[in-house]
């Protein structure tokens, strides 16, 4: 069966500070991969989405950036976090029709 | 740009009632719509899938029904249950022609807290 796994669970990070956050699909080959954010009172934003290794589309400008170095493998990143980069990070994946989502990373941004 | 409205964005019944949540979208022109469940600090689960082709799904005391033309889904819970207390988010893929590439807008999303 399929799995997927997002970390770091929860992070605090201060203003300025660079950002990793990984997730991995275990269980599937060549899915399509997103990553969305849950702010608070603004529902979930589709950010990034990749269909391939090293093919990223951008759906929002920010200051975030998202690679695929592996088939199954998406990476969120920032150099410099902002407060209003705060928000729950959630990663999908789909090969279908259904997507399937992370557990999700609480981030804090002081 | 497809905009998808849920309602009521809180609800709260006792246990045992049956009950619908709405969702609309303001774009008929869909590959599918999607229910999820979200706990609180939690990830989203899949709850059902209604392709654009399709008129309803049906999972236990879940039913999720689809009409297109109107832009409009529901979720119909049977029989609720205290372990129904969660957020009940609706998505739908648009199709804006061409591949989507699984691309979902979201719905707010409505707060379901069921009493014992």
């Known amino acids: 069966s399929q799995t997927i796994h997002q970390w770091p669970a929860t992070l605090v990070q201060p203003v300025g500070s660079p950002l990793s956050l990984e997730c991995t699909v275990e269980?599937?080959?060549?899915?399509?991969l997103y990553w969305y954010r849950q702010a608070a009172g603004r529902g979930l934003q589709l950010l990034f989405y990749?269909?391939?290794?090293?093919?990223i589309s951008s759906e929002v400008p920010q200051n975030l950036s998202a690679s695929r170095p592996q088939d199954r493998q998406f990476i969120l990143s920032s150099k410099k976090l902002l407060l209003s980069d705060s928000g729950f990070y959630l990663c999908?994946?789909?090969?279908?029709?259904?997507?399937?989502f992370g557990p999700g990373t609480r981030l804090t941004v002081t | 740009k497809q905009e998808v409205t849920q309602i009521p964005a809180a609800l709260s019944v006792p246990e045992g009632e049956n009950l619908v949540l709405n969702c609309s979208f303001t774009?008929?022109?869909?590959?599918?719509l999607q229910w999820f469940r979200q706990d609180p600090g939690k990830g989203l689960t899949s709850l059902l899938l209604?392709?654009?082709?399709?008129r309803e799904q049906t999972s236990g005391r879940l039913n999720a029904s689809l009409d297109k033309s109107s832009g409009r889904s529901t979720l119909y819970i049977a029989a609720s249950q205290p372990g129904d207390s969660a957020t009940y988010l609706c998505?739908?893929?648009?199709?804006?022609?061409?591949?989507?590439?699984?691309?979902?807008?979201f719905g707010q999303g409505t707060i379901l807290t069921v009493h014992p």
């Open positions: 990749s269909v391939g290794i090293g093919q």
């Open positions: 209604i392709q654009s082709s399709q």
């Open positions: 774009d008929s022109a869909i590959y599918n």
């Open positions: 999908a994946w789909n090969r279908g029709y259904e997507q399937y």
């Open positions: 269980g599937t080959s060549n899915p399509n």
């Open positions: 998505a739908v893929e648009p199709n804006a022609g061409g591949t989507s590439y699984g691309k979902l807008t």
